[in-house]
């Protein structure tokens, strides 16, 4: 009924009806998980843009556009950041060490259902 009783309300008792309310809640609450997705640039000789965007595309990004500057083709793209770890030496690799690229947060979007599957096995 909520009132204070002597014989079973105390801390304790308060901390698991505290506890049951949230996770009752948070279902309730249909969440999802977000993951960051960065905007990437990547400067890179003409002859390795198709390993270059073939390597983001397995990355699950999403090809946005292409420049040309400087004898350089420049590749705009949105990436997850949880798929550019290691990228710096992919994109050695790929491109013999003539490309670059930068990177920065642009927003948050609704994970994968795999992909959300796999965090909260991992979490628990």
Do not use: C, W
């Amino acid at each position: 009924d909520g009132s204070y009783h002597d014989v079973d309300s105390n801390e304790m008792a308060f901390k698991i009806a505290g506890s049951m309310g949230f996770k009752e809640g948070a279902l309730k609450a249909s969440p999802v998980l977000l993951e960051p997705i960065m905007g990437v640039e990547v400067e890179t000789p003409e002859e390795y843009m198709g390993d270059v965007m073939g390597d983001l595309n397995r990355r699950r990004g999403i090809i946005l556009g292409m420049d040309d500057s400087a004898g350089v083709k420049v590749l705009k793209a949105e990436v997850p950041l949880s798929e550019m770890f290691g990228y710096s030496t992919s994109l050695r690799s790929q491109t013999q060490g003539r490309a670059t690229y930068t990177m920065e947060f642009k927003k948050y979007q609704d994970a994968p259902a795999n992909v959300a599957e796999a965090v909260i096995k991992k979490a628990s």
